[in-house]
């Protein structure tokens, strides 16, 4: 499960297919989001929006309304394998996915159409750095990405001795955490591209 939080709501990711939405007070069920037809991987939302998207092994991505606590669009087309992450650009008009295909699409949530799509290794997190800039993980490796325009171009690419699943980071210190397989976690400065800790 991965959930996405606000101050009053919880939206949460189940592999039976469906999207939660509760109290995040008193903890109590409000909504059961239902139209994915495989499991959910990961939700997204924006704290200045009420639209949540969420990302399935069905390959699709699904627009929320968690005021109305309906589903409202279907990005799909885009990947043609499981989207395990999501991350919004700073506009609740694009959103980024990335898939176990290998490839991160830029979506415009107007249209509901791909934008742009770009050959990646096989994707397990992506996440906001700062300002226009993502990383993504999978594989042994971590990527950065320049959000342009309408595109996405490679900065750099960082190897790790294990595949890695998920990534945290500092944008004022250039620090990032990966967490690999095997219970192993590295802790690399973005920066200068090196490995500073493996811990186990």
Not at 26 to 47: D, M, Q, R, Y
Not at 80 to 103: K, P, Q, T, Y
Request: contains cysteine.
């Amino acid at each position: 499960m991965c959930a996405d939080v606000t101050d009053s709501q919880i939206t949460t990711a189940s592999w039976d297919g469906t999207v939660g939405i509760w109290d995040s007070t008193s903890s109590s069920p409000l909504a059961l989001l239902k139209g994915h037809i495989a499991g959910v991987w990961e939700c997204a939302g924006l704290p200045t929006s009420e639209v949540v998207a969420s990302a399935s092994e069905d390959c699709t991505i699904r627009l929320w309304d968690r005021r109305t606590r309906g589903g409202f669009s279907t990005l799909a087309g885009g990947h043609n394998e499981a989207v395990r992450s999501l991350c919004w650009s700073g506009s609740e008009f694009h959103l980024l996915s990335g898939s176990i295909d290998c490839s991160i699409v830029l979506w415009d949530t107007r249209t509901c159409a791909p934008v742009h799509k770009t050959t990646s290794h096989s994707v397990r997190q992506i996440r906001r750095y700062r300002e226009n800039i993502f990383a993504s993980v999978g594989e042994n490796s971590l990527q950065l990405w320049e959000l342009g325009t309408d595109a996405l171009g490679l900065q750099s690419t960082r190897t790790f001795p294990t595949d890695v699943e998920c990534v945290a980071f500092s944008a004022e210190t250039g620090l990032h955490v990966c967490g690999g397989v095997n219970s192993v976690a590295y802790l690399s400065s973005i920066t200068k591209q090196t490995l500073l800790v493996e811990a186990s």
